[in-house]
């Protein structure tokens, strides 16, 4: 080999020599940074999209603060065999997040969880209106669900989730739950069915607010319907005059009201209503089906959340006068 040819091959040499060392440093540094805490100061959540490229979710993590350098995150996620497996979703970022473990996150799937808490009681119209008010779900809802099929509890729901299958949710368990209490029902009830149940519960539910009081008043209604008596319940004609919730009650109920022509009026109408006229909670439910029975006719509003009840229309006088005395104090003590 000439004396030229040498120095060529080692000036080629020292330059692969320096390309390899820089080579190797920028892969040192890049497995530092791969593995180091990343520069997001404070924790925060970020959505990734469906659909999202690697190079798009690289870039928006890059632009949310979350990594510095987007190519060492995309290089991560291929060395470590993850590039089919990120997974789209609204996420809790820590703070100096690593990418090796924003990777394991978003690995993971394990995204946001929202709740959306139905109180007993609500009618479906008021329910449909929670549900279109939630910002993080997506979707119309293609009908109005029925009145009285919703289940009120807690319900977690992801970034994006339909807002039918919410509702969806919400009916599954309300049939999970009023099969299984009209299965336990307690014997010789005057209710034909579960419906009957879910819409003698929707009363109850609307009548009190204490626990304790739930299965008295289910057995007045119970004893009512034994006698063919009408249940004369001011629920039912609430719900008549809102036009089934869907109207706020301008004033209290008065005589008036009392006479609307409505299948859901229980003072004209014998029996049940032809609906629930509310949602009712697992308790109502519970209380229906195994009501508190000791032969109570009547009951009556005592002024402090609760009620006096009664055997007797003699009785039930003697209380609603006792209640009209309460608000005659209670009006002439206010200033």
């Known amino acids: 080999m000439s004396e030229g040819a040498r120095a060529l091959w080692r000036s080629s040499a020292l330059w692969l020599i320096a390309i390899l060392a820089v080579v190797v440093a920028l892969l040192g540094w890049g497995i530092r940074d791969f593995r180091s805490p990343g520069p997001l100061a404070q924790a925060k959540t970020i959505v990734i999209p469906k659909g999202s490229t690697l190079d798009q979710v690289a870039g928006d993590l890059a632009e949310a603060g979350v990594i510095d350098h987007p190519w060492v995150f995309i290089a991560g996620v291929h060395l470590t065999g993850n590039a089919d497996a990120l997974k789209a979703g609204e996420y809790d970022i820590a703070a100096n997040i690593s990418p090796t473990l924003l990777i394991e996150l978003l690995r993971s799937g394990k ?4 709740k959306l808490t139905i109180a007993e009681g609500l009618t479906s119209a008021q329910v449909v209106a929670l549900v279109q008010a939630a910002p993080l779900l997506a979707g119309d809802l293609a009908f109005r669900p029925a009145e009285g099929s919703l289940l009120p509890q807690t319900y977690f729901y992801t970034y994006g989730e339909q807002r ?10 309300m049939d999970e739950v009023l099969t299984k209490e009209w299965a336990a029902r307690k014997p010789g009830l005057p209710l034909a069915n579960a419906q009957q149940a ?18 008295r008043i289910a057995g007045v209604y119970i004893e009512r319907l034994r006698q063919g008596m009408k249940l004369q319940a001011d629920p039912t004609v609430t719900y008549a005059v809102t036009n089934g919730g869907t109207v706020p009650l301008a004033h209290p109920l008065d005589r008036a009201d009392l006479a609307i022509v409505s299948p859901y009026n229980t003072y004209l109408n014998a029996g049940l209503p032809p609906t629930p006229i509310a949602n009712p909670g697992l308790a109502s439910l519970h209380a229906t089906v195994d009501p508190d029975e000791r032969g109570e006719l009547y009951f009556v509003a005592d002024g402090s959340g609760g009620h006096n009840f009664s055997k007797s229309f003699v009785e039930h006088v003697k209380n609603v006068l006792k209640y009209r005395v309460f608000q005659s104090h209670t009006k002439s003590a206010t200033p």
Do not use: C, F, Y
């Open 111 to 114: 995204v946001v969880r929202h």
């Open 164 to 173: 039918q299958e919410l509702i969806a949710q919400m009916g599954h368990a």
């Open 198 to 215: 879910l819409i003698l519960a929707s009363i109850v539910e609307k009548e009190t607010a204490k626990p304790e009081e739930r299965a």
